[in-house]
């Protein structure tokens, strides 16, 4: 019997060792490649505040300058299916954040001139940042808390934005060519957002939250996405639209669409803004799962 019990103890003891060398492995080999990784100290000191939509679908006003036959129509409206959920902050990146940033020589300065001044304990949007800013501060928020935060699409911050996000479609018949009836309804378009220009940022909140709990879309802050500008003849092949991208030139989002210079801190100073440019330049970033949390979501469907 004690000969018995010893073999069995053995044979745990024999398995055991390659069984734990095996998770080992799998352990490494999850770091190597990125699916997992070890939580970086004080992670939870920079995590921030995100919301967590479920997927679902909605109609979307296409990105991008369009045309047909030379002249410019309405981008067209196209049913969006999103079927998976999207994380994004809840508030713009702050100043007080993006600041921490700079102070760890991690990130440039904001532009001189377009830094807001709160009072003492208010925090503000982060403004004077220019799309290359918004990339560095998201490897570097992604380093601090081990997730990786990314830059929205154009459709993904149309989708969070629900409601707030504004068409700014003219309405003008795509068959129509005579030209002055856009060159007409732009011009009115942009003296309405002239004198609607409120440059000044304001504290965190004060255009209050959406139906989705996202605060301060579509204010004063334009906010960066990582969609790049592009024009699309409606004439040409699908194939072709793609060809026509200038990925220097980013879509940025707020009272209405835009599209800078991936370098622009300042809009009202440079860049290929149409019209009124946008009063200020902030940004937000959606949360990427990692394969693992991908896998447990779909688990839990």
Not at 135 to 160: C, K
Request: glycine share 8%; proline share 8%.
């Amino acid at each position: 019997m004690t000969s018995l019990l010893r073999n069995r103890t053995d044979t745990a003891l024999s398995l055991l060792f390659p069984a734990s060398l095996l998770v080992l492995l799998a352990g490494a080999l999850a770091v190597e490649v990125g699916v997992w990784s070890p939580e970086p100290a004080n992670a939870d000191l920079y995590r921030p505040a995100l919301v967590t939509l479920a997927p679902g679908s909605f109609t979307h006003r296409l990105d991008g300058d369009y045309y047909r036959n030379g002249y410019a129509v309405d981008a067209p409206l196209a049913r969006i299916d999103r079927t998976a959920p999207l994380d994004i902050m809840i508030y713009p990146v702050t100043a007080s954040s993006y600041d921490a940033c700079v102070a760890e020589l991690a990130c440039p300065p904001r532009e001189p001139g377009r830094q807001p001044r709160a009072p003492e304990g208010v925090d503000v949007p982060a403004t004077g940042v220019s799309h290359d800013d918004a990339l560095v501060y998201a490897r570097w928020l992604s380093a601090h808390t081990g997730e990786t935060y990314a830059l929205p699409t154009d459709e993904e911050w149309a989708f969070a934005a629900g409601s707030a996000f504004v068409d700014d479609a003219l309405g003008i018949d795509p068959d129509n060519e005579n030209p002055a009836l856009r060159w007409l309804a732009d011009y009115n378009r942009e003296t309405a957002r002239k004198a609607a220009s409120d440059p000044a940022p304001k504290p965190l909140g004060h255009f209050g939250a959406n139906e989705n709990g996202l605060y301060d879309l579509a204010g004063n802050v334009w906010e960066w996405t990582s969609t790049c500008q592009r024009r699309v003849d409606l004439e040409k092949p699908a194939a072709a639209e793609t060809a026509e991208s200038a990925c220097g030139i980013f879509v940025a989002e707020g009272k209405h669409r835009t599209a800078l210079s991936a370098f622009v801190r300042d809009p009202k100073t440079g860049g290929c803004s149409v019209g009124a440019p946008p009063d200020n330049l902030g940004f937000r970033l959606v949360r990427r799962p990692g394969l693992l949390e991908r896998i447990g979501r779909l688990l839990r469907r």
